[in-house]
């Protein structure tokens, strides 16, 4: 079917988005020359504009061909030719360019993106509409902040203090540039060998770091928000929103060889990547199927938590209603609705008069024994967070805790259940101790995002932690260098501070920020080079087993997977367009994630027909891979699972001459 578009739309597609800063200046880190930035790039586009409205005849119309993939010329008898690059003399647009165009503006359905003035804070309804993401850029998308080569100090330190394992051999005693050491596995293994006393962890660390583009193991015809594993790694699950969370047997290899007609009991009739009659197909083995009836969910499953035993499994979709079920190891294919529990949150402490707020983000305590959830503000203008005791099937805490929805929240110390955090919109993470807790206040801010929240997750020794930013930051905080309630309210600190005026994260691309960095910044790190746009990207500590939590990851809106060094550097990337099917389309047959694969950057080139998103990313708790959630295909349609081992590299490089190599390769 062709979709016309008229000629003057084309200068329109490439102005309309312009977002320069038009507000005095504030405190803090102002980008350099802004005035003269902003002035430059207005006249560029004013020019833009006018070059960019010709070359077409009066009453021209620009259509696309979805079947045959071409641009057409329509004129005004309705008569279509090819369009080649004379109809376009006279005019800066190029062929290619201006197929670019076109192809994001039939994304957006022809409405472009939201203007300013026109923001809306509802999430529930809009993260998967709008422009596409993958590799796109918007025309203020650019770089504004410096990658980091040389280790970062503050890092340097954390991986010296001893709370993230013995300090890594890489770094000499008396300056802080990389030394060789050894880092080829089996040289750390004959090392071990003739070694008296016990290797530390560390020194396997490099090794243990997935460095595979993957192979895809699960393929759904919805979205995939979030993906786990057991604390034990016995397990996989993960959470989509056609209301169904699946758990896979991680003890069993992925099946090689010749396929299953599908892994789902409910079949559906679907045209496109995959032409067959399913809404999900596995390579792995699949241990339960959770499904919940729509009546009682909302748009998506926002979250999912498995218990530290791995007994019972809890996910939430944007209702006061968590639902608790046993993971049946080995059990049932299918959960109905009655064999599971409903835990209303709404009833207890806290005195609801309504039961109309959604939970986003849920975890349970260490022991299990009670449930930890954050709430969006319902039109109230404070997201609260809850915590509910299962035992006597009532919520024990309500706080009406950010002036913002609350997209993430935890339990701070694997030992107690006593201090939480909570990450929101207003772009603070806060920390609130139980045995304190007075008139809703907290115990403590840790105050450096100048945008939302996305996701906080704890060291688990209750000091450190993690949160993900809509800034385009991950941080790590040490909770004793929170900011105290007097001085947070002395200060009056709130997000149209520090962040981008009007900013929605939904949209495709970054804007210029307003400061490179918060004035009152109390983190202990930044890690940058992710992006986080369009849903909320999640971000961990590597596992302690293997790695001492001494490695940063995260999944990026660019369809990437982002590992860094605690000090700063760039660990690893991995690229999802890179991800081998999970069938081999010449033999049909399942693709082994185990087989060799060619090397990053070298033979491999990105699929140009995939825009990845990776919303989520879990490293298994024992072994050298990882699973990441990602959402695929044309608009963000689909959902997929990849697996990511760690591949041999040449003897004697380390993980960073890796990771420079590759990007070299790929130029």
């Known amino acids: 079917m062709d979709h016309g578009l008229a000629a003057d739309d084309f200068a329109a597609m490439e102005t309309s988005d312009s977002e320069g800063s038009d507000y005095a200046p504030m405190d803090g880190d102002r980008l350099d020359e802004d005035v003269e930035i902003e002035e430059e790039e207005e006249q560029e586009e004013e020019e833009e504009e006018e070059?960019?409205?010709?070359?077409?005849?009066?009453?021209?119309?620009?259509?696309?061909?979805?079947?045959?993939?071409?641009?057409?010329?329509?004129?005004?008898?309705?008569?279509?030719?090819?369009?080649?690059?004379?109809?376009?003399?006279?005019?800066?647009?190029?062929?290619?360019?201006?197929?670019?165009?076109?192809?994001?503006?039939?994304?957006?359905?022809?409405?472009?993106?939201?203007?300013?003035?026109?923001?809306?804070?509802?999430?529930?309804?809009?993260?998967?509409?709008?422009?596409?993401?993958?590799?796109?850029?918007?025309?203020?998308?650019?770089?504004?902040?410096?990658?980091?080569?040389?280790?970062?100090?503050?890092?340097?330190?954390?991986?010296?203090?001893?709370?993230?394992?013995?300090?890594?051999?890489?770094?000499?005693?008396?300056?802080?540039?990389?030394?060789?050491?050894?880092?080829?596995?089996?040289?750390?293994?004959?090392?071990?060998?003739?070694t008296i006393g016990r290797t530390s962890k560390t020194a396997f660390a490099d090794a243990a770091v997935p460095n595979s583009a993957g192979t895809e193991v699960a393929q759904f015809t919805s979205k995939v928000y979030s993906g786990q594993y057991s604390t034990d790694g016995s397990f996989f699950y993960a959470a989509c929103q056609d209301f169904r969370v699946y758990i896979y047997d991680t003890r069993t290899p992925p099946q090689t060889g010749s396929k299953s007609v599908t892994d789902s009991t409910t079949e559906r009739t679907r045209a496109g990547r995959f032409g067959m009659n399913w809404e999900h197909r596995s390579s792995l083995k699949t241990i339960k199927t959770v499904k919940a009836q729509d009546?009682?969910?909302?748009?998506?499953?926002?979250?999912?938590?498995?218990?530290?035993?791995?007994?019972?499994?809890?996910?939430?979709?944007?209702?006061?209603?968590?639902?608790?079920?046993?993971?049946?190891?080995?059990?049932?294919?299918?959960?109905?609705?009655?064999?599971?529990?409903?835990?209303?949150?709404?009833?207890?402490?806290?005195?609801?008069?309504?039961?109309?707020?959604?939970?986003?983000?849920?975890?349970?305590?260490?022991?299990?024994?009670?449930?930890?959830?954050?709430?969006?503000?319902?039109?109230?203008?404070?997201?609260?967070?809850?915590?509910?005791?299962?035992?006597?099937?009532?919520?024990?805490?309500?706080?009406?805790?950010?002036?913002?929805?609350?997209?993430?929240?935890?339990?701070?110390?694997?030992?107690?259940?006593?201090?939480?955090?909570?990450?929101?919109?207003?772009?603070?993470?806060?920390?609130?101790?139980?045995?304190?807790?007075?008139?809703?206040?907290?115990?403590?801010?840790?105050?450096?995002?100048?945008?939302?929240?996305?996701?906080?997750?704890?060291?688990?020794?209750?000091?450190?932690?993690?949160?993900?930013?809509?800034?385009?930051?991950?941080?790590?905080w040490d909770l004793r260098m929170m900011m105290g309630d007097q001085k947070f309210d002395e200060l009056r600190l709130s997000r149209v501070d520090f962040g981008i005026r009007n900013f929605d994260y939904r949209e495709a691309y970054y804007r210029k920020p307003t400061h490179l960095k918060h004035p009152h910044d109390v983190s202990v790190m930044t890690y940058r080079g992710h992006s986080v746009l369009r849903t909320l990207i999640r971000c961990h500590f590597s596992p302690a087993a293997t790695t001492d939590q001494r490695y940063i990851y995260s999944g990026s809106t660019d369809g990437k997977i982002h590992i860094w060094n605690l000090d700063g550097r760039i660990a690893q990337v991995l690229d999802r367009r890179l991800t081998r099917g999970m069938i081999n389309p010449t033999t049909g047959d399942y693709n082994d994630p185990s087989a060799p694969e060619a090397p990053m950057g070298a033979t491999s080139r990105p699929r140009r027909d995939v825009d990845s998103a990776v919303r989520d990313v879990a490293w298994h708790p024992f072994e050298p891979s990882m699973i990441s959630t990602a959402w695929e295909g044309q608009g963000g349609s689909e959902g997929s699972l990849a697996m990511h081992q760690w591949r041999p590299k040449a003897a004697g490089e380390t993980i960073e001459d890796q990771s420079e190599r590759a990007a070299l390769e790929s130029v």
């Open 51 to 194: 070059e960019d409205g010709g070359g077409l005849a009066g009453g021209a119309q620009i259509a696309y061909n979805g079947a045959t993939g071409q641009l057409l010329i329509i004129d005004a008898m309705g008569n279509s030719t090819p369009l080649e690059q004379r109809h376009l003399a006279g005019s800066s647009v190029t062929l290619a360019s201006l197929r670019a165009m076109v192809l994001a503006r039939l994304r957006t359905g022809g409405q472009g993106r939201r203007r300013r003035g026109e923001d809306d804070d509802s999430e529930d309804d809009d993260e998967d509409d709008g422009p596409a993401w993958g590799q796109q850029r918007g025309p203020r998308d650019r770089k504004w902040y410096e990658d980091v080569l040389e280790p970062i100090e503050a890092g340097v330190q954390l991986e010296r203090s001893g709370d993230f394992g013995p300090p890594p051999k890489r770094y000499a005693s008396s300056a802080r540039k990389l030394k060789n050491y050894s880092p080829n596995l089996s040289r750390i293994l004959a090392d071990r060998t003739n």
């Open 295 to 476: 009546r009682n969910c909302r748009w998506t499953i926002t979250d999912a938590n498995v218990s530290r035993d791995n007994e019972w499994l809890i996910y939430a979709s944007i209702t006061p209603r968590v639902h608790l079920v046993k993971t049946g190891r080995g059990g049932d294919w299918e959960t109905e609705d009655h064999e599971q529990s409903t835990l209303n949150f709404a009833t207890g402490a806290g005195g609801m008069r309504n039961d109309d707020f959604g939970i986003w983000s849920i975890r349970f305590s260490n022991d299990g024994s009670e449930i930890v959830a954050g709430a969006n503000t319902n039109g109230t203008g404070h997201g609260q967070i809850f915590v509910y005791d299962i035992e006597t099937n009532r919520t024990v805490l309500r706080v009406r805790a950010h002036a913002g929805d609350v997209n993430a929240v935890a339990f701070a110390d694997e030992g107690s259940s006593n201090l939480l955090l909570s990450g929101s919109d207003d772009t603070f993470v806060k920390v609130w101790d139980r045995r304190s807790l007075s008139g809703e206040r907290a115990s403590g801010t840790l105050v450096g995002h100048t945008e939302g929240i996305t996701f906080v997750a704890p060291k688990g020794d209750g000091r450190y932690c993690l949160s993900n930013g809509k800034d385009q930051a991950v941080k790590l």
